[in-house]
T-cell receptor, first 115, second 110 residues
Framework: NAGVTQTPKFQVLKTGQSMTLQCAQDMNHNSMYWYRQDPGMGLRLIYYSASEGTTDKGEVPNGYNVSRLNKREFSLRLESAAPSQTSVYFC??????????????FGPGTRLTVT | KQEVTQIPAALSVPEGENLVLNCSFTDSAIYNLQWFRQDPGKGLTSLLLIQSSQREQTSGRLNASLDKSSGRSTLYIAASQPGDSATYLCAVHNTDKLIFGTGTRLQVFP
């Protein structure tokens, strides 16, 4: 099992450009999450999907959109990138919502720089 | 609003020492607490998950405890090794979200 995979690993964008970060999991998990990690701020939840067909905002959703394409895949889109979105982005999944007591498993991250 | 704090922010110890990392949270109404390890430039690796009904969990040289009433968790690392050098993050599960602390950066020198 590959676990949680993310593409791309690195990306440099110019301000105003758009891009989609891809995430896939092969553990048959119901819930998937997108986080960003910034120095001194820890990891913050951007969006999550408790189950296929549902998505909800997290702590820092502005400037992002998500799509739960199917049970395996959850993408994060930046429509018009801004320098404030320079960060490391992590995707995670869990069997069902974290309130149930199930562990979250993380992908390797995408390092995004917006110039 | 749930806030998670980790102290110390950084720690440097000689190999072989037993050490304790601390995590505190402001809202005791959590479902569970998870400890992670993050190596530089890498993703997060789950170390231990403690459910709210449990007091502790053990995995090898790691032992994590949870005291919900006082809003605290500790991660105990026995006989530390240079390979333990990493950033350790705790996160509390609130409803369907994880709230993270900012981590403790650990360096174990030979």
């Amino acid at each position: 099992n590959a676990g949680v995979t993310q593409t791309p690993k690195f990306q440099v964008l110019k301000t105003g450009q758009s891009m989609t970060l891809q995430c896939a999991q092969d553990m048959n998990h119901n819930s998937m999450y997108w986080y960003r990690q910034d120095p001194g701020m820890g990891l913050r939840l951007i969006y999550y999907s408790a189950s296929e067909g549902t998505t909800d905002k997290g702590e820092v959703p502005n400037g992002y959109n998500v799509s739960r394409l199917n049970k395996r895949e959850f993408s994060l889109r930046l429509e018009s990138a801004a320098p404030s979105q320079t960060s490391v982005y992590f995707c995670a999944s869990s069997e069902i919502g974290s309130g149930s007591g199930y562990e979250q498993y993380f992908g390797p991250g995408t390092r995004l720089t917006v110039t | 609003k749930q806030e998670v704090t980790q102290i110390p922010a950084a720690l440097s110890v000689p190999e072989g020492e037993n050490l304790v990392l601390n995590c505190s949270f402001t809202d005791s109404a959590i479902y569970n607490l998870q400890w992670f390890r993050q190596d530089p430039g890498k993703g997060l690796t789950s170390l231990l998950l403690i459910q709210s009904s449990q007091r502790e969990q053990t995995s090898g040289r790691l032992n994590a405890s949870l005291d919900k009433s006082s809003g605290r968790s500790t991660l105990y690392i026995a006989a530390s090794q240079p390979g333990d050098s990493a950033t350790y993050l705790c996160a509390v599960h609130n409803t369907d979200k994880l709230i993270f602390g900012t981590g403790t950066r650990l360096q174990v020198f030979p």
